[in-house]
């Protein structure tokens, strides 16, 4: 058991990933939103209590150089829809196209984070520049750069600059245009990293 010495903090930091689910967030600006917030060690430390609980994380930049991973800044991703939900994000039938893809995306990111549990696969995420990729799987020498697109297809640069930043990977894009979401959300972490 861990003792929460700001619990205040502890939910408006869940309050402010529910909003910010799928989105890069640096621990400077989160300090900034957040009252009495401390300093960055606090804050990754109760994201990492909020992992341990199955409830959010703040997922890693892919850059191939650990040191730097450590540093970056989390994109922030809640492990249910219905975390957001309950923190009166609103997400229903009638949202933004903007609102539901994040919506996708998150449920995707949710799946991902369960698949890679126990197999020695690391999930993370990558952007240089306004060059972004969703998620990244990373597993011994094998790399997987994945896309999820529930809208406009044709925009497809931050694969093409991740395949470049890294010619050995594999890219898939997930939803429109490529591998339906139902069929990801079916797989296992062997029908994505063989």
């Known amino acids: 058991m861990n003792r929460i010495d700001k619990p205040y903090l502890l939910r408006q930091l869940v309050e402010i990933a529910s909003r910010m ?3 890069e967030v640096a621990y400077t600006k989160l300090i ?4 009495d917030a401390g300093n960055t060690t606090t804050i990754a430390h109760y994201l990492s209590l909020l992992e341990d609980a199955g409830l959010l994380c703040g997922l890693s930049k892919f850059s191939g150089n650990v040191v ?3 540093r970056s800044s989390p994109k922030l991703l ?3 829809n ?3 939900t309950a923190m009166g994000v609103g997400w229903s039938r009638s949202m933004s196209d903007t609102m539901r893809g994040q919506c996708v995306e998150s449920a995707v990111g949710t799946h991902l984070r369960c698949i890679v549990e126990g197999s020695g696969t690391k999930l993370y995420w990558w952007r240089q520049g306004d060059d972004e990729v969703d998620f990244v799987l990373t597993r011994a020498d094998s790399i997987l750069g994945i896309e999820v697109k529930s809208g406009n297809t044709h925009h497809l640069r931050g694969l093409k600059a991740f395949q470049a930043a890294f010619p050995d990977a594999r890219t898939v894009v997930i ?3 490529g591998l339906p979401v139902a069929d990801l959300l079916r797989s296992t972490i062997h029908d994505l990293l063989p």
Not at 32 to 35: A, C, I, K, S
């Open 78 to 80: 809640a492990f249910a």
């Open 68 to 70: 730097r991973q450590r």
């Open 175 to 177: 939803g429109q245009g």
């Open 21 to 23: 689910t799928t989105k």
């Open 32 to 35: 900034g939103t957040l009252h």
């Open 82 to 84: 219905a975390v957001p």
